[in-house]
């Protein structure tokens, strides 16, 4: 994902993870061809759809010196206009545990409204992308959790794109074979597998392994 702050300065976040779910059903969000992609607490999904995010929570250290720790709330409505182009709208509250001053703040933080456009689906290569404007509406939280009193705009651009190009029941089996590393949080959720991985000469002999078994017929089978 790369954003662009309204002062012209630049930040470009990247995913440290692949993230392999379990094959899907009939949900047609968030799909490009076979391949899903998830939206993660750091990064969202790059589709435009009807979503409610409601309640996230985290908690976090954010300072020690002194020490500060930060619960945030946040819920996030996600509209369709169209079946390319959406907005979305969000709320944060957080909570400070800090010796201050002030002393354990909390508060809302500025209302966030992004329009988003999506302007590429492709099936056959498993890619998506969309942009957007984060806008944050000044003056519709609370300073004493960092609330500015002036709006801010992010022009963000979200792109997803199959890395493997092989489908998730072959990434199942490299993992069980060990050839790829994966590791679960607990029984049933998402795979992670650190993005190193995927270049290292083992993973690259496994997924030519898989292509080359593929039938003559695979392409147009897809």
């Known amino acids: ?36 992609f998830p939206a993660t607490i750091t990064i969202d999904d790059p589709f435009v759809a009807d979503e ?18 930060e619960t945030d709330i946040s819920g996030e409505l996600s509209k369709r206009i169209t079946s390319d182009f959406g907005f979305s709208i969000g709320y944060a ?11 354990n703040p909390n508060g809302f933080h500025n209302l966030e409204i992004t329009p988003r456009y999506q302007f590429l689906l492709n099936a056959p290569h498993e890619a998506v992308a969309s942009v957007g404007v984060i806008t ?9 959790v960092g609330a500015v009193p002036f709006a801010t705009y992010t022009p963000t651009l979200y792109f997803g794109k199959a890395r493997l190009s092989i489908c998730v029941r072959s990434v199942h089996k490299l993992i069980r074979r060990g050839v790829l590393p994966a590791t679960q949080l607990m029984h049933s959720a998402p795979w992670q597998i650190p993005v190193a991985a995927l270049e290292t000469e ?17 392409r147009a089978l897809r």
């Open 136 to 144: 944050e509406v000044g003056g519709t939280g609370a300073k004493r």
């Open 93 to 103: 509250w957080s909570h400070l545990d800090q010796a201050g001053p002030p002393h």
């Open 1 to 36: 994902m790369f954003a662009a702050n309204s002062d012209g300065r630049a930040r470009l976040a990247l995913a440290t993870a692949l993230t392999i779910f379990p094959t899907a059903g009939t949900l047609a969000h968030g799909f490009a061809g076979s391949r899903f």
């Open 52 to 69: 409610l995010s409601l309640p996230t929570v985290s908690n976090q250290k954010t300072g020690t010196d002194p020490s500060v720790v």
């Open 202 to 218: 083992a993973v690259k002999i496994g997924i030519c392994q898989v292509i080359h078994r593929r039938p003559k017929f695979y």
